[in-house]
């Protein structure tokens, strides 16, 4: 009997729990487990679009030349594509980068100036999905010479994640209970929880130029058209659990 006291006692000043405390000494011992993974997916059709267009201007004698024929350029094109996004919905156009530099050539070791280039990049950021080509058209009619990127993507993204994050663990406790319940065992609780989600939505779609052909003669410059193909973004939710099993 004194034998059963003192270790009763040992393991609750070792827990830092009052003496012959038996829940103490229950949660001292450790429970089995099980471990699953599960994950859930979904495809969305993107509602969000970021062009990234540039506006790059050249000259081989004046640096104030290049930057003033990129200013009037980049000017034209920023009030045009203002005037085809809907600002109250969370659309915007903003400068991104712009750079004045020197370009050079090299012969051998030896470095030869060739000219000045100024670039300056702006994001349109819109859900007027429907009219990204036409902006990549207006852009580069009125001068820009560069789309560099475009990416689309998924507005409620978190709201989509947060429901897949659900449905996964729903799966995983799912499966620990048939698990348990297989080795005549009970889920009591859960152990640990680890869950993530990513998706796609940062793609860069291939986008092509088309011409009309209208009597036999190439009309690309008047006729161009950019046709966006918008495909899909993939949602993945993924969560690693452990429970508890008695």
Known sequence: MKKVLLTTLVLGLLLGCAPFSTKAVAEAVERGFVSVSTSANTELTPDVADISIAVQTFDSKSLQKATTENKEISEKVIAA????????????????DYSASPLYTYSGSKRNFDKYQVSNTVIVHTKSIDKVGSIIDKAISLGATNVDNL?????KYDDECNQLLVKATQKARSRADLLAKSASTTV?????LNVSCSANNSITPQYRMLSANIGGTDMEAK????????????????????????
């Open 81 to 96: 594509l203002k005037g085809m996004i809907n600002t109250s919905d969370g659309d915007y156009v903003k400068t991104m």
């Open 188 to 192: 009591t609780g859960v152990r640990s």
């Open 223 to 246: 006729a161009a058209s950019t046709s966006i193909e918008k495909g899909i973004v993939k949602v993945y939710a993924t969560v690693n659990a452990s429970f508890f099993v008695k």
């Open 151 to 155: 990416a689309l993507s998924v507005s």
